[in-house]
């Protein structure tokens, strides 16, 4: 309609709501007359009857009746730039009334009403009523959108049709069409706009300049969202997701907080649901606590474990910051929740024996996850020492500790580059595995259980954390090889298996986590790059946006992670927990070394260090030179 841009936009978005109804309720009014006109014109191909009293005595009383309907019916106080096609039933009920009211009204008047005039005349009232309120909102929302970025939305599902008009709401978005798979949608409208198939990409993004893709498909599966994504590779597009439904419903997102995909959700799995007996056994009622806890695996377990009831939760940790996070959020969950579960925050050095068995004691904890390590390959080589007195002599203390006092059960969390270590981290964790299955326990009930597991992600050293702000800062994503493969896995899952597997078997036992499928750090980058709408700089596209630069294998780096050492395993009840069958050292093997590795480290000997590792029967076979910083720089 030309008349629309002659309009001073601002000076009508500005009208009160009232002054609006008002100008709604003139314009009905004028087409209701407009449609009864036109009726009898058409019917009668002449206005002869344009002067008649009872016409106009029909038309005085039908104008006001209608206007009645629609404001019974609730149609002035829609938005027009919200018009749904919801609304065109309830033009349609008001339509269909003032055409009953027309014939009603001929017949108290003594009107001459022709058949076909109540059709004709319902039929213009509609087209008049519903292409002015659709072309209205086609309109302001066309004024709205310049500025605004443009939008496809991959499902045109429940979700995507909630979406698209809180899209339009926004200043952020202008959606443009709707992107689905599945054969019955394509090809029709949904709330004005049409559905296409994904083939249809490439010209919809060229011709209308679109910047995101919106995923609004809450139930498809990893799979499903690995291929989609997978599809969309090719195109310079930023993709984005609607927030978790749980957070929906919670009430901690809105349907519209558009966010990245969480790269969990295509390096994780499909859910499985835990077992609740395993997950209560070792917590509920229980006195728990965790070493580490305000680190990455520590602050989770800890989060899960008051997920279950226990007496108390000790929170033992050597870093008072971290520490202190941990205990102010377990608090506020905790009140929120009006729980009477007591938090204790402790601070303490694992390698001080006398501290952790005051605490155990003092406490009487019953269950005991020991997640307090130096886990970081390069910063353990470069201080060789700290790593082992950290990672080795540590669980020496709290395993003593945790005997003395008669802790129930003690979990050790332990790391995938324990098997067949080429540094010194995966070392000194192997040798912790090796205490923990052969130290004598002195008529001790103490259960000791071992879990490993690879990486997780968003972890203190992740890579994804590190390169989501590579690609922030403009690049480059350093990567160390190109063929450089790791095990991924969420740190929520992680936790609730540990606490799974702690809860299982007799003691001495070494629980390997299913990791799911290796992933390769280069293609993991490529990935993050495109997700983020950006482009890979490479030889092939040098007009791209982020480069991939190679630096080379860190000190003590591997190329592919392992989580079994003789490649045998047994399967246990749960689908994602095995029980390795491999075999350890016995104590007359593994004490002559502790005491070696206290004289060497005493001396700072590091020659021995690496001497005595080697003769340790841990598979040790180092890929680098001792780097130590301290022991390179010695005068």
């Known amino acids: 309609m030309l ?8 000076k009508l978005l500005s009208l009160s709501r009232n002054y609006k109804r008002l100008i709604s309720i003139l314009i009905d009014s004028i087409f209701i007359c407009s449609a009864f006109w036109l009726a009898y014109f058409l019917r009668l191909s002449s206005l002869t009857d344009f002067n008649n009293p009872q016409h106009w005595q029909v038309l005085a009383c039908l104008i006001p009746l209608t206007i009645v309907i629609n404001i019974k019916f609730g149609l002035y106080r829609a938005i027009i730039r919200f018009f749904s096609f919801q609304a065109l039933r309830v033009i349609v009920k008001s339509v269909f009334l003032s055409s009953v009211a027309l014939v009603v009204l001929s017949l108290v008047f003594d009107s001459f009403l022709p058949r076909s005039v109540p059709i004709i005349f319902g039929f213009f009232l509609f087209v008049f009523s519903a292409g002015s309120r659709l072309s209205v909102r086609n309109w302001v929302n066309s004024k709205l959108s310049k500025g605004k970025s443009n939008i496809l939305i991959l499902g045109a ?50 011709d209308h300049q679109v910047t ?60 499985v649901s835990p077992k609740p007996e395993l997950l209560k056994a070792n917590i509920e009622q229980k006195v728990v606590m965790v070493t580490g806890a305000g680190g990455s695996i520590g602050s989770e377990l800890c989060r899960q474990i008051i997920k279950h009831s226990p007496k108390e939760l000790v929170l033992f940790d050597s870093n008072e910051f971290n520490l202190y996070q941990i205990e102010q959020e377990l608090g506020a969950i905790l009140s929120k929740n009006l729980s009477n579960i007591k938090v204790h925050a402790v601070l303490g050095n694992v390698q001080n024996k006398q501290r952790v068995e005051q605490v155990l004691q003092s406490l009487t904890v019953q269950t005991l996850y020991h997640t307090a390590a130096y886990k970081h390959v390069p910063l353990v080589e470069n201080n060789v020492v700290e790593g082992i007195k950290n990672n080795i002599f540590g669980t020496l203390n709290t395993a003593k500790a945790a005997i003395e006092a008669n802790v129930e059960t003690f979990v050790l969390i332990s790391s995938d580059k324990a098997v067949r270590p080429t540094n010194i981290m995966g070392t000194t964790k192997r040798i912790a595995e090796h205490i923990l299955l052969s130290i004598p326990k002195n008529n001790s009930s103490t259960r000791f259980c071992i879990v490993r597991f690879g990486n997780v992600l968003g972890s203190s050293g992740s890579v994804i954390p590190l390169f989501k702000q590579q690609i922030k800062q403009g690049g480059p994503i350093t990567v160390t090889h190109k063929e450089v493969t790791r095990y991924f896995m969420s740190i929520p899952e992680a936790a609730q298996l540990v606490i799974q597997a702690g809860a299982m078997g007799q003691g001495g036992e070494i629980y390997l986590l299913n990791m799911g499928e290796p992933v390769k750090i280069y293609e993991l980058a490529k990935n993050m790059i495109r997700l983020s709408g950006l482009q890979v700089r490479n030889t092939e596209n040098p007009e791209g946006d982020i480069d991939i630069l190679i630096t080379g294998l860190r000190e003590g780096e591997k190329l592919y992670e392992e989580l079994l050492v003789d490649h045998q395993s047994q399967a246990t009840d749960h689908k994602l927990i095995m029980r ?56």
Request: aromatic share 6%; hydrophobic share 40%; charged share 25%.
């Open 580 to 635: 390795s069958n491999e075999s350890c050292l016995n104590w007359q093997t593994v004490e002559p070394v502790i005491k070696k590795l206290e004289v060497a480290c005493e001396r700072y000997d590091l020659p021995m260090v690496r001497k005595v590792l080697l003769s340790a029967s841990s598979d040790f076979k180092p890929v680098s030179n001792l780097c130590d910083i301290v022991y390179l720089n010695q005068k």
């Open 157 to 206: 599902g429940a979700t995507g049709r909630q979406l698209i008009q809180t899209l339009q709401a926004g200043n952020e978005f202008n959606p443009i069409a709707f992107i689905d798979q599945k054969e019955d949608l394509i090809g029709l409208t949904i709330d004005g706009f049409s559905v296409y198939p994904i083939s249809q990409l490439p010209y919809l993004i060229k």
């Open 3 to 10: 008349w629309m841009k002659y309009l001073n936009m601002d």
């Open 212 to 271: 995101h893709i919106l995923l609004a498909i809450p139930k498809a599966s990893r799979k499903q969202k690995i291929e989609i994504i997978q599809s969309l590779k090719d195109f310079n597009v930023e993709i984005l997701s609607i927030p978790r439904m749980s957070d929906v419903v919670s009430g901690k997102a809105k349907i519209d907080d558009l966010i990245e995909i969480p790269i969990e959700e295509i390096l994780g799995r499909d859910p």
